[in-house]
């Protein structure tokens, strides 16, 4: 078996690449290319869970077989991972030989790239305020990857814990160019925004619908298994809002649940998939646009076999 590492894939997936490799994985998925089960999860009495997710894509250079497995710590120690585990690659690509890939690097980069493909084709094409709910690594690369889409100027942080919004703040220091603004509260952050991006692991909602702005997009990440929820559920009755896979989504996401629940969602609903825009960027947009995602394992095999292709 061959291992690629984190390191592997952080020198091989820079952010416009992994962006691409979005764009390719989306349209896979919503041309029916992919056969892919929703995540299967176990959990433990300490709040960690452990998520499996195998698929097949049938054609083109990432066709094959692959599994993800991981396990999930909601509470990471500051700067460690939250998913750490292995996606197994093993058909005819792979010589007669499985090969493994770090899943923690390749779900921090794809979750990241995924909003930033999102951010390109919904949100405003000027937007330059962002607002960052949430602290740990998927918070510093959903900065990175907004700084490849769109002219961010001003960047708003909220978190739960002072010492980790301290620590983020810092870490975004390094970005000279961008105006720095700590939040006291979730409302606060996301008032003057042009892009929201909700990256915790929330169990009730931080934000409501009163608390945005007038136009805004929002990438709406982190509430991705039932017990989780970032968003009031009245917010996906105001704002038109894309998935990334119906049937993952409606699955795994409880806001999207209580929204058609109370009432906010017909019954008849049918949440249009990101990979359905066909690369477009949306035409006549709406004040307000919402991109939900919890993580396909489509992405996973993408990005996996992208490291792959490219170190043999």
């Keep these: 078996m061959h291992y690629f590492n984190r390191a592997d894939v952080e020198q091989t997936l820079s952010i416009p690449l992994a962006i691409e490799l979005s764009q390719t994985a989306f349209a896979l ?8 089960s929703v995540r299967s999860i176990i959990p433990a009495p300490d709040g960690r869970l452990m998520g499996t997710m195998p698929a097949y894509i049938s054609e083109g250079k990432y066709s094959g077989f692959g599994l993800k497995s991981v396990l999930v710590n909601f509470n990471p120690h500051q700067g460690s991972a939250s998913h750490e585990g292995c996606i197994l690659l093993f058909d005819e690509q792979t010589n007669g030989h499985m090969v493994a890939v770090d899943a923690g690097s390749v779900t921090e980069l794809r979750t990241a790239a995924a909003s930033a493909w999102a951010t390109h084709l919904l949100a405003p094409q000027h937007a330059t305020h962002l607002a960052i709910l949430g602290t740990g690594l998927q918070a510093r690369k959903h900065l990175l990857a907004m700084l490849a889409v769109r002219p961010i100027q001003q960047v708003t942080i909220w978190g739960r814990d002072q010492t980790n919004v301290d620590q983020f703040a810092t870490w975004c220091a390094k970005h000279p160019a961008l105006n720095i603004t700590v939040a006291a509260t979730p409302a606060e952050a996301v008032s003057d925004a042009d892009i929201i991006c909700t990256v915790t692991a929330a169990r009730a909602p931080l934000l409501q ?16 298994a039932i017990g989780f929820q970032e968003l009031d559920p009245a917010i996906y009755g105001a704002v038109e809002h894309y998935v990334d896979s119906r049937e993952s989504c409606w699955n795994a996401s409880q806001c999207l649940q209580q929204a058609q629940e109370k009432g ?24 307000r646009t919402l991109f939900k995602s919890v993580g396909l394992a489509v992405q996973d095999l993408v990005f996996a076999r992208e490291v792959m292709n490219k170190n043999q």
Excluded: T
């Excluded at 945005?212 to 509430?223: D, E, F, T, V």
């Design 264 to 287: 906010y969602l017909p019954a008849d609903h049918v949440s249009p998939e990101i990979g359905e825009l066909g690369g477009h960027l949306l035409e006549n947009r709406p004040e």
């Design 29 to 36: 998925q919503s041309q029916g290319k992919v056969v892919q």
């Design 209 to 224: 619908l009163g608390d945005l702005p007038q136009s805004c997009h929002i990438n709406a990440i982190g509430a991705s």
